[in-house]
């Protein structure tokens, strides 16, 4: 029985080209970033503090709420609170509407991808303008995002070139990333100097003094926000940390472990609304809360959104983000889904294989696969396990059990080897899909142990 | 109810004896010339720095790095090559076209090449609107790593806006290849000299 993963995987990697283009890339990315890290002998301490001061400020969660929210309104910010993705968009909505916005630029900002706010938004006349020039891609051709952070990894720049033929008025037939970049620049240079408001994502919330952090390297966050008088800050609550002196770990972890990159181009720190201005901050739960409720899972409330363990997931590299059900792809996708609608999701869990490095990378320590393989142990609760495995399961605990029949099997195996090919490789056995299986050993390890075959080493 | 006390409700009080803030004490990377490291990891950024000697005008010295640039604007009394300054104006909107700003930036950090810079201009679309951007650096002012610089953060003065800049403007998003010039500045240089 495939997943619906397996099966989405198989459509992607139908094109060979693409697909060893997209694993050599996210291959390189993690390259990057392990060069970042040998220059930072106190790396594996980082990860360990940032565990350790995530998983205390999960823990205190309402003590840092409350702090960061009566820091926030006494900077003069506007605090409001969004207890599922519905009231999220109303709030927003309702901002927006009260200040008459037609247009509203956005920069980044996986959340309100969660909330489904732009079709929201759309559908009630504002026009929204994502800013980040991947999700501006994206958003011309009507798409989502494929990966956290760089979201259009899966386009070609002939795709980028085209797109842009048609909506920015681009050169024929040229594809080149600069000129295409810098046609984006111009195009988007205007949305700015027209938008009436300006709506980013929280990387980090300082419980201490009420700020909201953002990280970008376009720039597109400050374009937007210090053009319009009105900042809408969208933030879940596990985005808080006690004080700048956390945030000094998480800076240096975050674009290291991202991209490869000493740092982002901009940190930029919004404690007070622009002269003259509002600032609005969006404080979500939308199910954060059940999971800060469930020792254990609590922990993927630790994840900082930096895409490292994707870029390090060879399932990931050779399957794309689309094929996962969730928005949300790879390792910190596949738990994600899972905490959202284990129903809905589960068929995400096929597409680990259990290698543990997204763990070791992880720059918060999140026991990702850990937690898949747990998951894994609960499929049949959900009436979501593999009919076929289950039988295989039923069949080992028969045999294992029966240790003379056990034996007579044991003996007996090497004949397949000998089997007609069609015997082994068929459509009952999906093992023997693109790989070839070992072979059967002719004598077993322990008969030949008894025999005295095995030489005791006595160097 | 409100959402807030919904929220709060439905998240459990905490256990602080069984997770305790750790402390947070780092032995991080140090460097033992930081102008020198600094240097570097600017131009690894993208950003080149460039020392102000003893002696030699910071004016010409920006001149000689934007030979053709007309619109200039800065509201440091020293910079006289500045062609008008952006606090006089009301609206942010009157700043796109500027071709270069020179800013101070208050704090360096080696390790990532880094500049601090708490909003010290009336628009801060200023910093990010410019075709180019020049940052002026107190060669005395620049610290090993992030944990310094936020030491420094925390402990100077209230800011409703502050930024860490460190090189151009620039995205990867078509391709993974590397274009400089997204939204903000197409360059930028940080001038290290001694200001104190």
């Known amino acids: 029985m495939s997943t619906k993963h397996a099966k989405a995987a198989q459509r992607f990697i139908s094109n060979r080209e693409q697909e060893q283009w997209h694993n050599e890339t996210l291959w390189f990315v993690r390259q990057k970033r392990d060069n970042m890290t040998m220059r930072i002998p106190e790396w594996e301490k980082l990860r360990d503090l940032a565990a350790k001061i995530k998983t205390h400020t999960i823990d205190d969660l309402i003590h840092y709420l409350e702090t960061f929210s009566e820091a926030a309104e006494s900077n003069g910010a506007i605090v409001h609170w969004a207890k599922d993705a519905q009231e999220h968009n109303e709030i927003v909505y309702g901002i927006l509407k009260q200040h008459q916005v037609k247009k509203l630029v956005k920069s980044k900002s996986m959340l309100t991808e969660e909330c489904l706010l732009n079709p929201y938004l759309i559908e009630r006349g504002i026009e929204v303008v994502e800013s980040d020039l991947g999700e501006r891609i994206l958003q011309l051709m009507g798409e989502h995002p494929s990966h956290i952070v760089m979201p259009a990894i899966h386009k070609k720049r002939e795709e980028v070139g085209k797109l842009f033929e048609e909506k920015m008025d681009s050169e024929k037939g040229n594809s080149d990333p600069t000129y295409l970049t810098h046609t984006a620049r111009k195009y988007l240079r205007n949305e700015f100097l027209t938008a009436d408001a300006a709506m980013t994502g929280a990387n980090f919330g300082i419980a201490q003094t009420g700020e909201v952090v953002v990280c970008t390297n376009e720039g597109n966050a400050d374009m937007g926000t210090s053009l319009s008088k009105l900042h809408i800050v969208s933030m879940g609550i596990e985005k808080i940390i006690p004080d700048l002196a956390s945030l000094s770990v998480f800076v240096r972890l975050l674009a290291r472990s991202a991209t490869g990159q000493p740092s982002t181009t901009y940190t930029s720190h919004y404690r007070r609304p622009i002269e003259g201005g509002e600032m609005h901050i969006v404080i979500v739960d939308n199910g954060r809360s059940s999971i800060q409720n469930t020792t254990g899972r609590d922990q993927i409330l630790r994840c900082i959104r930096c895409g490292a363990c994707m870029n390090t997931c060879p399932v990931y590299r050779r399957s794309g983000g689309y094929s996962y059900t969730y928005f949300i792809p790879g390792p910190i996708g596949i738990n994600l889904g899972m905490l959202k609608s284990p129903k809905q999701h589960s068929d995400n869990l096929s597409a680990c294989s259990l290698c543990f490095s997204c763990n070791n990378v992880c720059p918060a320590k999140i026991d990702l696969a850990g937690q898949i393989y747990r998951w894994r142990q609960q499929l049949d609760s959900f009436h979501k396990a593999s009919t076929s495995k289950k039988l295989i399961s039923q069949g080992m605990t028969f045999i294992f059990n029966r240790p003379d029949l056990y034996r007579v099997l044991l003996k007996m195996a090497p004949l397949i080897n000998r089997l007609p090919r069609f015997l082994v490789y068929n459509r009952l056995n999906a093992w023997g899909y693109g790989r070839e299986l070992p072979r059967f050993a002719n004598e077993s390890f322990n008969s030949m142990w008894r025999k005295g075959k095995i030489q005791k080493d006595n160097q | ?196």
């Open chain 2, 1 to 196: 109810m409100s959402s807030k006390q919904d929220i709060i409700k439905n998240l459990h009080r905490s256990s602080k004896l069984i997770f305790p803030m750790p402390e947070i004490t780092v032995e991080a990377v140090k460097f033992d010339d930081p102008v020198a490291g600094f240097l570097e990891i600017s131009r690894f950024v993208g950003g080149d720095a460039v020392v102000l000697n003893e002696g030699d005008d910071i004016n010409a010295l920006i001149r000689s790095l934007y030979p053709d640039a007309e619109k200039i604007a800065s509201n440091l009394p020293e910079i006289t090559i500045a062609s008008f300054n952006p606090d006089e104006t009301d609206d942010p909107h009157n700043l796109n076209g500027v071709e270069l700003a020179i800013v101070k930036g208050e704090l360096g950090v080696a390790e990532n090449g880094c500049v601090w810079i708490p909003q010290n201009v009336r628009q801060k679309a200023l910093y990010f609107i410019s075709e180019n951007l020049v940052i002026i650096l107190d060669k005395n002012k620049i610290v090993n790593n992030m944990h310094e610089a936020y030491e420094y953060v925390a402990g100077n003065g209230d800011y409703g806006f502050g930024v860490f800049i460190s090189g151009p403007s620039k995205t990867a998003d078509i391709e993974q290849a590397l274009v400089i010039g997204a939204h903000g500045a197409k360059s930028v240089r940080v001038i290290i000299g001694n200001l104190s």
